[in-house]
T-cell receptor, first 122, second 111 residues
Framework: GAVVSQHPSWVICKSGTSVKIECRSL??????MFWYRQFPKQSLMLMAT?????????EQGVEKDKFLINHASLTLSTLTVTSAHPEDSSFYIC??????????????????FGEGSRLTVL | DAKTTQPPSMDCAEGRAANLPCNHSTISGNEYVYWYRQIHSQGPQYIIHGLKNNETNEMASLIITEDRKSSTLILPHATLRDTAVYYC????????????FGTGTKLQVIP
């Protein structure tokens, strides 16, 4: 079935540095991917919609210059947390739909999620 | 904003059926009800979805009321591995629409 993979699964960085998280659709093409952030014991919060070949659409309150999203191919979207600070420490999750059905799914319209990337900023 | 409301937590004895309710009174005619679950520190996982008929798969059953304003996810024989946060979502099937999550229900399966 359709699979979405994230890398790295966890990362620790120093305050002020930038961190890149990759999200790949392994067996299907995803023109749209979604990025979520989740703080402990809270629900997933949608950050932005990543669009292949065009600019990402950010949710209200999410700084586009802080969270850079690049969707350069149909199978890869990246989220870069720039100048990370301790308050950016969170669980970041990406997702995508297998709209074409190429991933072998029954094209139920479901979202496939990555394993998540846990960012800790010291 | 999320279009669904769910109880924040529920307990269920191992081996018994877990019935998780969801209210979605503003659902539109062509929106589906989707259920996902998230086991601790993992990405969410699709469970089941439906439009207006009851649905069943290898994981669960979905009962949607006739007026479609609420639904119930049924895990017929809960196991400890079913302990997770369960999210009820209403959305159009497929397409590029973004999905927002509510607070979900934390299901604790008790031995």
């Amino acid at each position: 079935g359709a699979v979405v993979s994230q890398h790295p699964s966890w990362v620790i960085c120093k305050s002020g540095t930038s961190v890149k998280i990759e999200c790949r659709s392994l067996d299907f093409q995803a023109t749209t991917m979604f990025w979520y952030r989740q703080f402990p014991k809270q629900s997933l919060m949608l950050m932005a919609t990543s669009n292949e070949g065009s600019k990402a659409t950010y949710e209200q309150g999410v700084e586009k210059d802080k969270f850079l999203i690049n969707h350069a191919s149909l199978t890869l979207s990246t989220l870069t947390v720039t100048s990370a600070h301790p308050e950016d420490s969170s669980f970041y999750i990406c997702s995508a739909r297998d709209i074409s059905g190429w991933g072998g799914s029954a094209n139920t319209g479901e979202l496939f999620f990555g394993e998540g990337s846990r960012l800790t900023v010291l | 904003d999320a279009k669904t409301t769910q109880p924040p937590s529920m307990d269920c004895a191992e081996g018994r059926a877990a019935n998780l309710p969801c209210n979605h009174s503003t659902i539109s005619g062509n929106e589906y009800v989707y259920w996902y679950r998230q086991i601790h520190s993992q990405g969410p996982q699709y469970i089941i979805h439906g439009l207006k008929n009851n649905e069943t798969n290898e994981m669960a059953s979905l009962i949607i009321t006739e007026d479609r304003k609420s639904s119930t996810l049924i895990l017929p024989h809960a196991t400890l591995r079913d302990t997770a946060v369960y999210y009820c979502i209403v959305e159009f099937s497929g397409g590029y629409q973004k999905v927002t999550f509510g607070t979900g229900t934390k299901l604790q399966v008790i031995p």
